[in-house]
């Protein structure tokens, strides 16, 4: 298979080597430098490392959408009740992880190790949240990967989405995932149409990317990895990675 990613001393090194001492080789066709590279983050340890069995099977991250739910059926019955606690029939949660009792769990759901789950969040279902993720308070998650360390801690909707390791999305940021006219989503690189025939997709966000606070992720939008958004901006199509969308322009990073 192809390499994962194409080794690139700003983020890859470590990535790389959490792979290769995994044994893991999905066959996913980007490298670092490109801005639909977001899944890297698949290399991460715990359970959402597990995801790159689903990702081997996918050619561009939004396939894996209609995939979670059976894929969290499966791998929670996997994991080992000396660590994970099983309070009703699909949800699995971490016995160290923090799950606040006012928190609201809905099915098809593990949390892993470290993650913390805070006052009034609503996890409606189909969610894998990785290790030392946080989701706060009322953030609701439907259908969703979080992969490891990502952060969606204060009123954010994420639903439909993947977010790569360490994405963090700020106060009130959300994406919106399904179109005004209820549509397919269609996925916009420049002048290049992906059509996915999924009338519900949130958005892609690679690793280390930053939403700012208030910003409206638009239906199908991608942020690539190391990219930035700037508070209250509505984004739609992609944001390459390593750079910045202001709202009126996207420029590299320094």
């Known amino acids: 298979s192809e390499p994962f990613i194409l080794e690139d001393r700003a983020y890859d090194y470590d990535i790389s080597r959490v792979i290769q001492e995994a044994g893991v080789h999905p066959n996913v066709r980007w490298t ?17 490392m597990r995801a790159a069995e689903l990702l081997e099977k996918c050619e561009y991250p939004h396939e894996v959408l209609p995939r979670i739910k059976p894929f969290i059926l499966a791998l929670g019955e996997t994991l080992p009740i000396s660590e994970f606690l099983h309070p009703s029939p699909t949800v699995w949660i971490a016995r160290d992880a923090v799950v606040a009792p006012t928190a609201c769990l809905g099915e098809c759901i593990i949390i892993d190790h470290g993650a913390e789950v805070r006052h009034c969040a609503y996890i409606r279902g189909s969610a894998l949240i990785g290790r030392d993720a946080v989701v706060g308070n009322s953030t609701e998650l439907k259908n969703v990967i979080l992969f490891d360390n990502v952060q969606v801690p204060h009123y954010n909707y994420v639903g439909d989405s993947v977010l790569g390791y360490r994405a963090h999305m700020g106060a009130g940021a959300v994406t919106s995932n399904v179109k005004g006219d209820r549509q397919p989503v269609v996925v916009h690189r420049g002048s290049e149409r992906m059509e996915t025939g999924l009338k519900k997709l949130g958005a892609m966000l690679g690793d280390y990317a930053e939403i700012g606070c208030g910003a409206v992720l638009n239906p199908g939008a991608v942020i690539g990895r190391g990219a930035q958004v700037y508070p209250l901006v509505s984004v739609r199509g992609t944001v390459p990675a390593n750079c910045i969308h202001k709202g009126g322009s996207v420029v590299e990073k320094r």
């Open 32 to 48: 670092s430098k490109d801005e639909l590279a977001i899944l890297a983050c698949g290399a991460m340890v715990g359970q959402a």
